[in-house]
């Protein structure tokens, strides 16, 4: 039996001798020259004025919060098909996640649905960009420039993505980045805020590291530093610093080996009237963070395909269920089923399939060939 797993993540030796200098550097392992690195490469791919490193996307995402002074009485315009950090981020500082429906051809949200969630109370849209897609970010940054709303990308599954010709990350006043070990370019943990926002940036960097203002590196400096503001501890490692940036060095090529593994999954699979394939609206150009096929006849039929593929040693999972369903959000914040139909059927529909550079095509043939045979004896 085949063993083929949802994601591999791919690396080379150039990964290890970056974190391997660093660590025989004996210092500089906290604070230090990689992640400014790593810092102006991602803002120069991305095409920003400024990135900002973070340990994960939830601290960067929590830090955009505060950066922004959102609180008590504010609400941000969320989708409810997403991972569980872009709504819970509101929450961090005492704002309200506002559930939007998604639509079926990006799975992001609904720019008609929009303005109907709009209140005075509402602060900003928070947009995310699904498995390596994007979604009608055009439409939703014209809603937000009409009610004076701020515009931020959860790009956490697509960096790399472009709309027309523009990548996402930059239609925003802000963008946050995930590095974690299924993503594009990962760190194992590590996240990124990118912004053309001066004043946006400089508050993210005390908030960052303690609400210390640092004219140099605190570890190799004698100087008193300043503590001006609350701040946490939300750095990202030098280590992983220099990790990223070797990553980053090689996301074209890995880009390019997903959508050649995307292409050849769409041919084998193509003659199948039971599923949708994923894709993107042609001016929009796809990534491949994850490859989620939709099975028409519902949630039903998709858990079988599921139970069969995971049987076959085929990892397939659904990205995502729904967060107002969570026990957490029903609980606590009572949404219940049927609050967001549109999104729960969508969710009941969707199934991700193995996806990752070093797929071979003998793995895709049987997966492939294992989908079929599902739907033939079904």
Known sequence: MQKIP??????????????TDVIKSGRYWAIGPSIEAFEKALADYVGVKYALAFNSGTSALHALM??????????????????IATVNSPLFVGAKPVFV????????LDPAKIEEKITPKTKAIMVVHYGGGACQIEAIQKIAKKHNLILIEDTAQSLGVRARDKKVGTFGDSAVLSFCQNKIVTTGEGGAIVTDNKDLFEKLKLIRSHGRQESANYFASSEYMDYVGLGYNFRMSTMTAALGLTQLKKIGKVIALRRKNAAYLDKKLSGLAEIILPGAPKEYFHIYQMYTIVVKAGREKRDALKKHLNEKGVMAKIFFQPIHLTTFYQKKHGYKKGDLPITEAISDSVLSLPMYPGLTKKEMDYMTQAIKTFFKNA
Do not use: N, Q, W
Not at 6 to 19: E, G, H, P, Q, S
Not at 101 to 108: A, Y
């Open 66 to 83: 505060l950066a922004y002074e959102f609180g008590s009485g504010d609400e941000i315009i969320v989708p409810s098909f997403t991972f």
């Open 101 to 108: 429906e998604i639509e079926d051809k990006t799975f992001g």
């Open 6 to 19: 949802l994601f591999k993540i791919y690396t080379d030796k150039a990964d290890v001798k970056a974190v």
